[in-house]
T-cell receptor, first 113, second 114 residues
Framework: QQQVKQSPQSLIVQKGGISIINCAYE??????FPWYQQFPGKGPALLIA?????SEKKEGRFTISFNKSAKQFSLHIMDSQPGDSATYFCAASMAAAGNKLTFGGGTRVLVKP | KAGVTQTPRYLIKTRGQQVTLSCSPISGHRSVSWYQQTPGQGLQFLFEYFSETQRNKGNFPGRFSGRQFSNSRSEMNVSTLELGDSALYLC?????????????FGPGTRLTVT
């Protein structure tokens, strides 16, 4: 059972544009929603995370929007740069399940100069 | 602080063999989790160790096992390797494993089974 669905699978954006990645979850017990960035040959790196009691969180050019009623959350990358080209994973976890991360399928983002 | 380290970085094994992968968490981190990453299945949770005890386990066969030492270093073992075990194996650490804590991943071990 895929508990976290991520879209799109891939994304091409021009330098300076906005990249938007969406995730939907099924289990309402999830209580922590991080986003990870992964470059080829590297492990995932934590980018930004949000709890369900907050509707939006911004860190630099990265913003998470969270819609609890729709069970959806999204990552916005503002002013996208070629260095942002990577694969992005959303994830969810719940304290009741030992905080193990359930990942979305990933989105490969390519920022064209 | 040094990040999570994993050894070896690359490994080639033959079907039927067994393999042991090692993970050293960030200094002071006591929880270590293991994940398998494949193109088809994505990132999947294997198990988590805290204070030398397995606290959580994913849906993997018993061929996959692990352990944690008193210094928080962890190893995972895969016995009777199958072609489908070819994957990037990632280790992640966090301070105590309780509450909402950031998990930090290592670079992974790329296992190829031939």
């Amino acid at each position: 059972q895929q508990q976290v669905k991520q879209s799109p699978q891939s994304l091409i954006v021009q330098k300076g544009g906005i990249s938007i990645i969406n995730c939907a979850y099924e289990n309402t017990a999830f209580d922590y929603f991080p986003w990870y960035q992964q470059f080829p040959g590297k492990g995932p790196a934590l980018l930004i995370a949000i709890r369900p009691d907050v509707s939006e969180k911004k860190e630099g050019r990265f913003t998470i929007s969270f819609n609890k009623s729709a069970k959806q959350f999204s990552l916005h990358i503002m002013d996208s740069q070629p260095g942002d080209s990577a694969t992005y994973f959303c994830a969810a976890s719940m304290a009741a399940a030992g905080n193990k991360l359930t990942f979305g399928g990933g989105t490969r983002v390519l920022v064209k100069p | 602080k040094a990040g999570v380290t994993q050894t070896p970085r690359y490994l080639i094994k033959t079907r039927g063999q067994q393999v042991t992968l090692s993970c050293s968490p960030i200094s002071g981190h006591r929880s270590v989790s293991w994940y398998q990453q494949t193109p088809g299945q994505g990132l999947q949770f294997l198990f988590e160790y805290f204070s030398e005890t397995q606290r959580n386990k994913g849906n993997f066969p018993g061929r996959f096992s692990g352990r944690q030492f008193s210094n928080s270093r962890s190893e995972m073992n895969v016995s009777t390797l199958e072609l489908g075990d070819s994957a990037l194996y990632l280790c992640a650490s966090r301070e105590t494993g309780g509450g909402v804590e950031e998990q930090y991943f290592g670079p992974g071990t790329r296992l190829t089974v031939t």
